[in-house]
């Protein structure tokens, strides 16, 4: 009991006590005179007997008693209870009883005296410490009760009893308790009793808390369920219904669901208690593990994540003990990376190390060897040989971990598969090789090759321009921060075309074939033909123009000079017609004159009829109407022959080829009739309309005939012939037209350069005949070739594309 707790207990010392003491005062203020004198006497005798008596009693009691007055001083206490106070009678009797208690239980001692004399007669029980003389500690239950003295004065008798060991009991209980209790709240472990069948339980501080239960509430196996997450309610009923129909201990863990919502994760384990009335109780413990949960999860979710990561980075962890010379932690990854299944955890070190390659396994020793003896980290690539015949390069790091003895004794790092790396390099190698190949081989076309290639920024100012190792190809000097329209010389005599190229670069499309005049390294003028097109960064930013130049001198020198030549085989060409043409004078005239003389001869005839009596109206007009044909048919010879020898541009039209040749056979009839040569038309009736100029047709007609008509001038032994054919080819696509003569035909060297200007067998021939008519021919996109027959002569073939079907022939 603590200071100031007080109750009533016996009072048979004080009684004894007072009762001494009464008989003393008696004793000392007794009558001595008479009979009576004897009996007091007696009685003094029986008094002090009793006196001694009781003071043995008082004396050796082990019970201490003290007797103070209303000031506190020790005025009596008995030898056992100064012995326990390691005292002497004589030490206490006189002192303050105070300075047997603690200073900070004086107040308490004064309190206890104060209200033993406000209530003379009554006792009162309290518990409180005092001090012994060597300081140790000596707890006493005190009975006291203040008591009158003879005189009226009150005196306090107090009895006490020693209750050190309970009281260290009772402090060690509560001690355990406290640390029970705080070992529970540090521990998340609370302690329960169960009684399953009426549902009643005990709780300890700790499982009020887990629970967030208040602790005035009446714990209750109802409350517990109602907290138990609904998920494992069932799973909880079943396990307790078990436990204790089978009398047996359990062990589970489950979840609380909490008013706030968040759930909590409990260990709960219990002992099965059976009482002798057969009832069977649960006591055990209950352990919050959310913490641990939690930490657990997120352990588990961080290895997860880690290995993961691992797999998906080919990176994978180890430990290797030094001193045992064995793995202390592998990762799963690196049993993948070596070709295990990652559940084989036992696969010794060496299995490991026997998938190394043997020269890099050897360098790994080494460098571990050395990593340890310089307590240094270190990096280094191997090789791996799997099962499957694969190779995988490997980057590994290493870094000791010094122990206390300050020796190195582990190694942790980590095993990286650069595989994919080392073949993307490699093939990064080969490409940047390749690429180096490729654009020396550019540099090399560029520079040999007779075009160059230019590049200008966004402002269209030359920024690149190619090499050239031939300085006579090379584009002129200078040209770089100068714009195209800068460098050419005609820029002002074609304003109109540098404006629109200015146009198309502005519009940011490509061009092509821009001509334009320039002049080269050496001054002199030169043609450039240049092409382009823009480009941009990634971003779609315009970042100029790339493009090729070339000199196009030689070949504009060389399509003048065909124009040229065209031009003189035209005026040739007109000079061979008007030759043919005075060759052709007296056919022509004949011709001409065949026409007139019947014109004549029909006007003579109608004027005979006219001028019979009566006249022949009917016989006269059938002169007129002669008259009038044959002069249409001189004028047609006319018209014929200033057409052959007019000097007029190529007129295509639709023609039907059939009647070319039949107006061209006519020109020429006199010459078949002078050298006595006959001519055999084989026409084909349905021949479509070609596109051509009927006149330089029949130009090369009379070409292919005169020529024909000399061939068979030797011809004594044999028909002097000349056979004319009209057909389709067999592709269908082409019309000929053959001239084949029975003469002298064509000797192999002939044959070969009878085309060639100047070329000739005649002795007074130009050479130009079959040249032009060639050229003329493939001015119609056709071919005129030349053939020997299989006996005698010579056949010329002209081939004409006939027009598509679609095609409008108007």
């Not at 005196?155 to 009893?161: G, H, T």
């Not at 021939?765 to 030349?786: D, K, W």
Request: charged share 25%; with cysteine; proline share 4%.
């Amino acid at each position: 009991m603590m200071p100031g707790q007080i109750m009533k207990i016996g009072n048979s010392a004080a009684q004894f006590l007072l009762g001494g003491l009464a008989a003393l005062r008696s004793f000392g203020n007794g009558e001595k005179d008479g009979p009576a004198v004897a009996e007091v006497s007696r009685q003094n005798t029986d008094l002090r007997e009793a006196m001694k008596q009781w003071r043995e009693v008082f004396e050796h009691n082990p019970v201490m008693y003290f007797m103070v007055d209303a000031a506190g001083t020790v005025l009596n206490v008995n030898t056992f209870g100064a012995e326990q106070l390691g005292y002497t009678t004589d030490e206490l009797i006189g002192q303050s009883v105070l300075n047997v208690f603690f200073a900070e239980d004086h107040d308490f001692v004064r309190q206890c005296v104060a209200l033993c004399l406000t209530t003379v007669g009554q006792s009162h029980t309290w518990e409180i410490r005092k001090f012994r003389k060597d300081g140790s500690v000596l707890w006493v239950r005190e009975n006291a009760k203040a008591m009158l003295r003879g005189d009226g004065t009150p005196i306090l008798l107090v009895a006490c009893e020693n209750i050190t060991q309970r009281r260290e009991t009772e402090d060690a209980l509560r001690q355990s308790e406290a640390y029970l209790a705080q070992a529970q709240e540090l521990s998340h472990t609370g302690s329960f009793g169960l009684n399953f069948a009426t549902g009643e339980a005990v709780w300890s501080r700790e499982t009020f808390r887990i629970f967030q239960c208040d602790p005035a509430r009446k714990p209750t196996l109802r409350f517990v369920f109602q907290r138990i997450h609904p998920e494992d309610r069932d799973t909880v009923r079943s396990t307790l219904e078990r436990a204790y129909r089978l009398a047996e201990d359990f062990d589970h863990q489950y979840r609380l669901l909490m008013p706030d919502g968040s759930v909590k994760y409990l260990h709960s384990v219990a002992r099965a208690v059976r009482h002798p009335s057969g009832r069977i109780e649960f006591v055990g413990a209950v352990t919050d593990v959310t913490v641990a949960k939690e930490a657990e999860q997120r352990l588990r979710r961080s290895e997860a994540y880690l290995s993961e990561a691992q797999r998906l980075s080919h990176t994978s962890s180890w430990s290797w003990d030094v001193r045992r010379q064995e793995f202390a932690y592998r990762s799963a990854e690196l049993y993948r990376l070596f070709g295990f299944e990652p559940d084989q955890i036992d696969v010794p070190a060496k299995a490991f190390q026997q998938r190394i390659l043997p020269d890099d396994f050897q360098r790994i020793v080494e460098m571990e060897r050395e990593a340890v003896r310089q307590k240094q980290p270190f990096q280094i690539d191997f090789r791996i040989a799997r099962p499957d015949g694969s190779i995988r390069r490997v980057h590994t790091e290493g870094h000791p971990v010094i122990g206390h003895d300050g020796e190195v004794m582990e190694i942790i790092g980590t095993h990286v598969d650069v595989t994919e790396q080392f073949a993307a390099k490699d093939a990064l190698h080969k490409a940047f090789d390749e690429l180096k190949a490729s654009e020396q081989r550019f540099r090399d076309y560029a520079e040999t090759a007779s075009d160059w290639f230019w590049e200008t920024g966004p402002d269209h100012r030359i920024t690149r321009i190619s090499e050239h190792a031939d300085t006579s190809t090379a584009p002129p000097t200078g040209l770089i921060g100068l714009t195209r329209w800068d460098i050419p010389p005609d820029a002002e005599l074609e304003p109109e075309k540098w404006e629109q190229h200015r146009a198309a670069l502005d519009a940011r499309v490509p061009f092509r074939d821009l001509i334009y005049r320039s002049r080269d390294r050496n001054g002199s003028p030169i043609y450039v033909r240049t092409s382009g097109k823009p480009f941009h960064d990634a971003q779609g930013n315009f970042l100029g123009y790339r493009g090729v130049s070339s000199d196009i001198t030689a070949a504009i020198r060389v399509e003048q000079a065909e124009e040229a030549l065209r031009k003189a085989q035209g005026e040739l060409a007109h000079v061979t017609r008007v030759t043919t043409l005075g060759e052709l004078t007296t056919s022509i005239a004949h011709e001409i004159t065949q026409p007139l003389a019947a014109v004549i001869s029909n006007a003579d005839a109608c004027i005979a009829w006219l001028d019979r009596e009566p006249a022949d109206l009917k016989a006269a007009r059938r002169s007129a109407e002669w008259i009038v044909e044959d002069a249409n048919r001189a004028t047609e010879v006319i018209r014929r022959i200033r057409a052959l020898a007019k000097k007029t541009e190529i007129e295509v039209v639709p023609l039907d080829i059939n009647q070319v040749v039949r107006e061209a056979v006519a020109l020429v009839r006199r010459e078949l009739a002078t050298h006595a040569v006959s001519v055999r038309m084989e026409l084909a009736s349905d021949l479509p309309r070609i596109c051509g100029d009927r006149i330089q047709l029949q130009q090369v007609l009379i070409n292919l005939v005169m020529n024909g008509i000399e061939a068979m001038q030797g011809n004594v032994d044999r028909a002097r012939e000349l056979a004319i054919r009209s057909c389709r080819a067999d592709d269908d696509d082409r019309l000929l037209l053959t001239v084949t003569d029975r003469g002298v035909g064509l000797a192999k060297d002939v044959k070969e350069r009878i085309f060639t200007p100047f070329f000739t067998t005649k002795s007074s021939g130009l050479g130009m005949g079959l040249s032009i008519c060639r050229s003329i021919i493939e001015a119609h996109a056709g071919r005129l070739s030349a053939f020997q027959n299989e006996g005698r002569g010579a056949t010329f073939q002209i081939a004409l594309p006939l027009p598509l079907p679609h095609k409008d022939m108007s």
